[in-house]
Nanobody
Framework: QVQLVESGGGLVQTGESLRLSCAAS????????IGWFRQAPGKERVFVAT????????YCTDSVKGRFTISRDNANSTMYLQIYSLKPEDTAAYYC???????????????????WGQGTQVTVSS
């Protein structure tokens, strides 16, 4: 099993940047596919980005392409979500999630991720 703890959220102004971190513990980090999801107030949780086991392949949902970058540091069991040019519509709780390498399914489907962090809040003021 793996435990995930997010950090790095906060209150920022439109146009600013943030880097969210997700620290993992308890298992071999590089055997887990990982991803970021977000949930805005009153809305469902949605997929944001995912990254491959060794970090050589990434995918971000269309609405954040060009502004969000996902990365991972397997040596330190940490993954990151760098967010540039924040907009008020980016306001949400951001969650990191992990699934073992042998669990298949659509990477944008939160149901296939068995491990979740507690979330970190990002609030963007206009």
């Amino acid at each position: 099993q793996v435990q995930l703890v997010e950090s790095g959220g906060g209150l920022v102004q439109t146009g600013e940047s943030l880097r969210l971190s997700c620290a993992a513990s308890g298992s071999t980090f590089d055997t887990y596919y990982i991803g970021w999801f977000r949930q805005a107030p009153g809305k469902e949780r949605v997929f944001v980005a995912t990254i491959s086991l060794n970090g050589d392949s990434t995918y971000c949902t269309d609405s954040v392409k060009g502004r969000f970058t996902i990365s991972r540091d397997n040596a330190n069991s940490t993954m990151y979500l760098q967010i540039y040019s924040l907009k008020p519509e980016d306001t949400a709780a951001y969650y990191c999630a992990a699934r073992p390498w042998d669990v298949g399914g659509p990477y944008c489907d939160g149901a296939i991720y068995g491990y979740w962090g507690q979330g970190t809040q990002v609030t963007v003021s206009s």
